[in-house]
Structure formats: C-alpha cells, structure tokens
C-alpha cells in the first residue's frame, strides 16, 4: 500500500513540475510595455513603422490612384475600384481606397505609439531623439498627406 502512494506522489509530482516547461515565452511577440524602453526596442519599432510603407496599397496603388485622378491613366480595365477613381466617383465600397486607408491608419497608429512612449527610452541622447522625433513626424505627416491627396 505504502508503495503505490509513493508511486501515485511521485506521480504528481513529476506532473506538476512540468507545467513550468510548457510555460514558454513567445519569442515572435513582445509585451508592449517592453518594447519602448531601450534603443534595440525604439529601432525596432520604427523599423515596423517604415515597413508599412511596403504595403500593396502605399507602394504601388498610390502611385496608380494619383495617375488616374490626375488623368494621366485611363482606367479601361476590369477593375470597377480604378475606374471610380478615374471618374472622380469614388464609392465608399471601393476595397482599394479602404485598403489604402486601413494601412494609412496603421503606420499612424505604430507612430503615434513610439511618439507617445519615447520619453521612457533609456539610452538615447537628446539630438538622437530628436531624429527620431522627426522621422516619426515625416512619417504621420506622409500618410495623412495621401489620404488627403486620395479623397481631395
């Protein structure tokens, strides 16, 4: 009897003690309260802010949404959204000026973050924060320009 209770503690308590392995932490995200504290972290995030503009609707639909109000391009194709444009009769349901507006609001948001938490970065001078300060800035300031020059 006393055999099978060791056995059944034992049990346990090998059970137990492996909950602490499964509790791994994520190495593909990071808490958001970690991420603006040093400069690796302040990199990282403005990193995150210039990939936006890699994005389908800023690097290459942009540049066709600006010819085709401008009159330079005829839209003749199939696509009903380029055509809208072309026409200056841009309808609300028109996925490539949501698209564009989506991705517009997600770089600013991402600047407005670093805008909002660089005061707690460790580790920066000042004339080193104020280029960051002023990349943050160009950047809100690009995206709020071509949602205003899409929807003038």
């Known amino acids: ?23 791994v932490k994520p190495y593909d995200s990071i808490e958001a309260d970690e991420v603006l504290t040093t400069k690796k972290g ?8 210039y990939n936006i503009l890699q994005s389908g609707s800023i690097a290459t639909d942009l540049l066709v949404f600006a010819d085709l109000a401008a009159d330079n391009f005829i839209a003749r194709g199939s696509k009903a ?8 009769n841009i309808q609300a349901s028109n996925a490539y000026v ?16 670093i ?13 080193e924060k104020q280029n960051y300060l002023a990349q943050c800035y160009f950047l809100r300031a690009f995206h709020y320009f071509n949602l205003v020059i899409v929807n003038k």
């Not at 302040?42 to 802010?49: F, P």
């Not at 959204?81 to 200056?88: G, K, L, T, V």
């Not at 805008?115 to 970065?121: A, M, P, R």
């Open 1 to 23: 009897m006393k055999l099978k209770i060791i056995i059944l503690y034992s049990f346990f308590a090998l059970f137990f003690s492996a909950c602490e392995i499964l509790e």
């Open 42 to 49: 302040l990199d990282g995030s403005l990193i995150g802010a």
């Open 81 to 88: 959204e380029y055509r809208e444009i072309s026409a200056n």
């Open 98 to 113: 949501e698209s564009l507006w989506n991705t517009s609001y997600e770089g600013i948001n991402l600047v407005n973050n």
């Open 115 to 127: 805008l909002d938490g660089i005061d707690g970065v460790e580790g920066i001078t000042e004339t």
